[in-house]
């Protein structure tokens, strides 16, 4: 009985313990900055695309509105543009060190690596950083883009805002060795790039500074 009543005592002070840290860390720790925003609001929209471009989903469709969702997607076509898309995703971590992880996570897919190796029926060509842009990020902490062909042209572009990810798909307008394909222009693509980097710097421009 005296041996259960000591087990006992260690684990209510143990538990006792890890909640008094817990608090400690709710107290003390801040929140970092738009972490009660909606993540959505920093999705592009499609003043950022040439006419005709249109969203065709968001997602998570019945939870977009919820500020508490951290992971957000959306996606746009144009009717005058045949099979080609553009898609975005955004990503909130609570630390910077996990967005930075997420950040790697993209960066290191087998088509920005250049290590695809594609079907045998699909055209490709390797994704690179491409020399018609001369668009540099001043709000991105961490910022690549590069763009190829495999099954259709396009440009894959990764950056990190502080805690924030994007994820930002647009197709290419392009054509090689005799294959076409719809989408946007280098200089479309490149004024698209300005809103995203002007929408971030005006939401943590609007946000107050976390304090200890």
Known sequence: MKLR???SSLLFITMFATGCENVALSQWVPAPQGWHSRV?????DESAFPKGWQINFDSPQDHIMDPTVNHVGREWWN??????YIAESIWRA???RDAKEKYTELRQSPVLLASLTPSPDDFYVEFRPPSELSFQSQIA??????????VWAYCEVVA????????????????SQENI???????????ALKVMDNEFRDFF???PTPTS
């Open 141 to 150: 902490d961490e910022f690549y883009i590069a763009c190829g062909w495999v």
């Open 40 to 44: 959505a609001q920093l999705l592009l």
């Open 181 to 191: 394909r719809q989408g946007l222009t280098y200089i479309e693509i490149e004024a």
């Open 5 to 7: 009543w000591i087990i």
């Open 205 to 207: 421009e609007s946000q």
């Open 160 to 175: 990190r805002y502080r805690n924030y990810v994007v994820d930002l798909s647009l197709p290419l307008e392009a054509e």
């Open 94 to 96: 609570y630390a910077v």
């Open 79 to 84: 009717p005058d543009k045949g099979s080609a």
